[in-house]
C-alpha cells in the first residue's frame, strides 16, 4: 500500500502526534509498504534542523497557533491534493485532523480516497485553554464534522471512545498506543544519574512532557516540597517561566531524548503525571515499561493505564492535595513502589510498537473496504 500520513505535527517536534507518526512509518516501511508524511512547516527556529528519514515528507505552509507559537496550523493550499495525488496514495491517514488533516480529508475526498483518522488531542481542551478563537462547544462539532467523513476513527482510550460517541462521532474503533520496551526498561537505572539528581539520596519523583497550561504541572508544586524528596520536570514548552517561578524547588533538564530520556526515566523512583485531557498518556507507558509506579489523574487515557493500587495510584483530577498524598505513601513505602514498579513491567508487555503497527494495518484493510464515505455529516 502507499499511505499517505497527514500529520499536525512532525519532526523535530517532540510530542505524541509527531512520535506515533514515525513510528506507524517505520512499520510501513518494515512491511512492505511505502509511507509518505505531509505536515506544517515547523517554527523558523528549528525549520533548518535536518530531518532524516527514509520516505518523503511534504511541508505545507504554515502558521503558529494563538498562545502556542510551537504548535504550527497548516495552511489550505492545493500542495496537499497534488502531493496526494502525485504520490498515488491508496490510503489516507489523518493524525490527529483538526486543521491541517481537515484539509487532508477534503483532498482525500477530492480523489475519493478511503481514510483513517485518529483521534489523540484533546482539541476541545486546547480551545478551552488557550482560547484560540474557538468555543469548546465548536470545537467538538468541528471534530464530529470532521471524523464523520472518515472510513474509520482510531481513538487510544476508552474514555476517548466514549467521548467521541457522546458528541456524535460515528464509526469509533479503538487503537492504542505501543512502546519501546526495550529502550525503556528497568536496567537502565544509572547510579551516576541519581546522584547528579538526588545528591543527599532523595526520593526522586519525575515528571516527563510538554510544559504547557493544560498539563497543569503546578499541581505537584507541595510535592516539589515533601521532605527527602526531589522533583525533576524533564520537557519544554510555553508554561516553562511560570513552572520555574511556581516550582522553584525542581529540577528542570529541558528536552531529553532517545537513551539518554529512557535512562532518566529509570533513574526515577516514582513518576508523576498530572495533565487531566490525555487521550492516552505516553509517558505513563513509557515510565510503566521503566519499571516505575505512576501517579496520575483519574481522567483520561491514564485510566486504562493505571491499575489503581496495582501499578500506581489514580487521584482526582484538578486537585493537588491528591497527587502530594499518593506521592508521600510511596515515599514512605519503599516495597510498595518496588511492587508498583513490576507490576507496571508487567501489565505494557505485548505492547510493543510491532504489535500495535500489526493491529494498524488490520484498520487499513476494514477501511479500505469501507471506501469513500459518501455521506456529508452534519454537525448538530
Not at 514515525?22 to 505536515?39: C, D, F, S, W, Y
Not at 525503556?184 to 539528581?197: C, M
Not at 524533564?234 to 539518554?260: I, M, N, S, W, Y
Not at 507496571?344 to 505485548?350: H, V
Amino acid at each position: 500500500m502507499r499511505v499517505a500520513l497527514v500529520t499536525e505535527s512532525f519532526l523535530p517536534d517532540v510530542n505524541g502526534v509527531a512520535n506515533s507518526v514515525v513510528r506507524t512509518a517505520e512499520h510501513l516501511l518494515r512491511r512492505g509498504h511505502q509511507p509518505m508524511v505531509i505536515a506544517p512547516q515547523p517554527p523558523p527556529a528549528v525549520r533548518d534542523t535536518p530531518v532524516h528519514v527514509p520516505y518523503p515528507v511534504v511541508r505545507i505552509a504554515s502558521l503558529p497557533m494563538p498562545g502556542y507559537p510551537q504548535i504550527r496550523l497548516g495552511l489550505p493550499t492545493p500542495t496537499l491534493t497534488g502531493a496526494l495525488r502525485a504520490f498515488g496514495a491508496d490510503l489516507v491517514h489523518l493524525a490527529s485532523p483538526f486543521v491541517l488533516g481537515a484539509w487532508g480529508m477534503l483532498a482525500a475526498r477530492t480523489l475519493r480516497l478511503p481514510t483513517v483518522a485518529v483521534y489523540q488531542t484533546d482539541v476541545a481542551a486546547y480551545a478551552r485553554a488557550y482560547k484560540v478563537g474557538m468555543t469548546e462547544g465548536a470545537a467538538w462539532k468541528w471534530i464530529k464534522t470532521v471524523h464523520n467523513l472518515a472510513s474509520r476513527t482510531l481513538v487510544p482510550s476508552s474514555e476517548s471512545a466514549l467521548a467521541l460517541d457522546t458528541h456524535g462521532v460515528e464509526r469509533v474503533h479503538l487503537w492504542r498506543r505501543g512502546v519501546d520496551d526495550e529502550l525503556f526498561h528497568p536496567s537502565r537505572r544509572s547510579a551516576e544519574v541519581r546522584r547528579d539528581l538526588a545528591p543527599n539520596g532523595e526520593v526522586v519523583v519525575g515528571f516527563v512532557g510538554r510544559l504547557a497550561v493544560e498539563k497543569q504541572i503546578d499541581l505537584l508544586a507541595d510535592v516539589s516540597r515533601l521532605p527527602g524528596v526531589r522533583l525533576v520536570i524533564v520537557g519544554d514548552g510555553p508554561a516553562a517561566p511560570q513552572l520555574h517561578k511556581a516550582l522553584p524547588a525542581a529540577t528542570f533538564l529541558g528536552v531529553r531524548r532517545g537513551e539518554e530520556l529512557a535512562q532518566l526515566y529509570a533513574s526515577f523512583d516514582i513518576f508523576a503525571h498530572t495533565g487531566p485531557y490525555e487521550t492516552f498518556g505516553q509517558a505513563v507507558q513509557e515510565a510503566m515499561a521503566s519499571g516505575l509506579p505512576v501517579v496520575a489523574p483519574n481522567a483520561g487515557g491514564p485510566v486504562d493505564l493505571v491499575g489503581h493500587d496495582h501499578t500506581g495510584f489514580l487521584v482526582p483530577p484538578f486537585e493537588s492535595e491528591g497527587f502530594t498524598s499518593a506521592v508521600r505513601d510511596l515515599v514512605a513505602d519503599p516495597a510498595k513502589r518496588a511492587a508498583f514498579g513490576v507490576a507496571g513491567r508487567q501489565a505494557i508487555e505485548g505492547r510493543s510498537w510491532y504489535a500495535v503497527g500489526e493491529e494498524l494495518l488490520g484498520h487499513y484493510g476494514e477501511a479500505c473496504s469501507v471506501g469513500y464515505v459518501e455521506r456529508r455529516a452534519v454537525a448538530a
